[in-house]
């Protein structure tokens, strides 16, 4: 089993910076993908950004150039640095772990705020 609890969310004014982080309860080395997705209001959760075990990349072309994935192997934990960031990002983002022998892992989400 593995828990994940993200953080760095809040309020923001476009055209800033946020980092999100996402600690997992046990060694990410060995999961399959880690990802972050996000949810606006009213919308389908959509995949923003993913990281294999092998360190290959994936972007949502929305994201792509603004946002950096990235995981910490020691620490255990899963980044999401955002810039340039828009109102259109606002959403409730998501970390997520997947792996064939452990199975599919949520956090609890935490609120991002782009708005003046």
């Known amino acids: 089993q593995v828990q994940l609890v993200e953080s760095g969310g809040g309020l923001v004014q476009p055209g800033g910076s946020l980092r999100l982080s996402c600690t997992a309860s046990r060694n990410i080395f060995s999961i399959n993908v880690m990802a972050w997705y996000r949810q606006a209001p009213g919308k389908t959760r959509e995949l923003v950004a993913s990281?294999?075990?092998?360190?290959?990349?994936d972007y949502a072309d929305s994201v792509k150039g603004r946002f950096t994935i990235s995981r910490d192997i020691v620490k255990n934990t899963l980044y999401l640095q955002m810039n340039s960031l828009k109102p259109e990002d606002t959403a409730v983002y998501y970390c997520n772990a997947q792996s064939p022998s452990l199975g599919d892992y949520w956090g609890q989400g935490t609120q991002v705020t782009v708005s003046s």
């Open positions: 990281i294999t075990s092998r360190a290959s990349i």
